[in-house]
């Protein structure tokens, strides 16, 4: 399960959304998002998942790292199906056993709610697949300058959630080594009630804190020491610039946005 986790992993390549403009990209994925709320019913929806499929396509990403990338959620998304299954008591009762009720309004929108986070998480992840973590830090910090007329430190915030993502596969990385180095001196993780599974992760969160602490120290050191004051007078390598691909883009989104509204309005289902 440690190894499936692909949260802020990039994957380099030169297909026609890793060379869009960020500042872009980010928009893309805001619009993605919309699309898929505003979804009313499933071929809204469908439209959405077309939409995201055809993009991991252009990206050249394999397909089963948009599955990869679903497995740490599991019991979130599993837990979000049971309680809209169990509390929505509206529509047609398909079971009544005691004080469970199931409906069929309940068992769609359990159905609805489990694809649209499947999805919503697919289509987030696109973007640090195919963004860098340098480039994601200046598309954020492009996109909150002019906030900075009210002292908002732009810089810094994209700084921050930047170093962030560029530490999640390291930190993955690390636990994994740290259970196999426990189960190698004969750590049992994985039988056993919830209480003894809970205690048996104390040797690795430990280990894990500590190690992140020390890499934020050294990270700390070697900014310093290369004399790094902020955003202030700090010139880039590559400037971002806009293309024809990049209003191509968002024509071809907002076009697919246009037909989620248009399911909504004439088909509803």
């Known amino acids: 399960m440690i190894k499936d986790i692909t ?13 869009l403009d960020p500042r872009i990209k980010l928009l893309l994925t805001v619009l993605y998002i919309v699309m898929l709320f505003a979804a009313k019913g499933f071929v809204g929806l469908g439209i959405g998942i077309v939409f995201l499929i055809f993009s991991f396509l252009i990206s050249g990403i394999p397909i089963k790292m948009m599955l990869k990338s679903v497995k740490p959620i599991l019991p979130i998304i599993i837990f979000t199906g049971i309680l809209n299954l169990f509390f929505i008591r509206t529509g047609n009762v398909l079971l009544s056993w005691h004080f469970i009720t199931i409906t069929d309004e309940g068992l769609k929108t359990m159905i609805f709610m489990a694809v649209r986070i499947v999805f919503l998480i697919c289509g987030t992840s696109l973007l640090t697949y195919t963004t860098s973590p340098i480039a994601l830090t200046d598309a954020i910090e492009r996109i909150f300058s002019p906030l900075r007329v009210i002292k908002f430190p732009a810089h810094e915030i994209a700084m921050i959630m930047t170093i962030a993502l560029r530490f999640i596969p390291t ?32 040797p690795i969160l430990i ?19 290369r004399c790094y004051r902020g955003g202030d007078g700090r010139t880039r390598l590559k400037q971002l610039k806009t293309s024809y691909r990049d209003y191509l883009s968002i024509l071809v989104v907002s076009l697919f946005l246009a037909m989620v509204i248009l399911a909504n309005i004439y088909i509803g289902i």
């Open 7 to 19: 949260i802020g992993q990039y994957f380099p390549g030169k297909s026609l959304l890793h060379r």
């Open 207 to 225: 280990p894990l804190f500590v190690s992140a602490f020390r890499r934020a120290d050294d990270l700390a050191l070697a900014m310093e020491c």
């Open 171 to 202: 930190l993955i990385e690390e636990t994994d080594k740290i259970m196999s180095a426990q189960k190698a001196r004969g750590a049992d993780l994985e039988s056993g009630s919830i209480l003894n599974r809970a205690k048996a992760l104390i």
